[in-house]
């Protein structure tokens, strides 16, 4: 069992930078990899980025690549989204969510998820 709690979520503009931060519970963390989704109002949860146990090997959609990294630090139990060069339509609840499986791209890969933090980017 897995309990992750997001935070970091705010308001930023437009061009500005937001680093979102999911600290596990449990001494396996370093057993599963992580992942970032999002999901704006209307739309359906989509995936952001998502990294090995290690860390050596990361993924990300598309439109994320170049503004946003995603990391992690098993010391402490905890995986980072560092977005920058935010776009309004980077808008949404941002999510982090774990499994033993690596590199999973759909949401239905993932077996833990935390409550969420929002990210609002205004123009």
């Given at each position: 069992?897995?309990?992750l709690v997001e935070s970091g979520g705010g308001l930023v503009?437009?061009?500005g930078s937001l680093r979102l931060s999911?600290?596990?519970s449990g001494r396996t963390f370093s057993s599963y990899a992580m992942g970032w989704f999002r999901q704006a109002p209307g739309k359906e949860r989509e995936f952001v980025a998502a990294i090995s146990w290690s860390?050596?090997?990361?993924?990300y959609a598309d439109s994320m690549k170049g503004r946003f990294t995603i990391s992690r630090d098993n010391a402490k139990n905890t995986v980072y989204l560092q977005m920058n060069?935010?776009?309004p339509e980077d808008t949404a609840v941002y999510y982090c969510a774990a499994d033993r499986r690596v590199?999973?791209?759909?949401?239905?890969?993932?077996?833990?998820w935390g409550q969420g933090t929002q990210v609002t980017v205004s123009s």
């Open positions: 069992q897995v309990q503009q437009a061009g999911c600290a596990a860390g050596i090997n990361t993924y060069s935010l776009k590199g999973g791209t759909y949401p239905d890969e993932y077996t833990y």
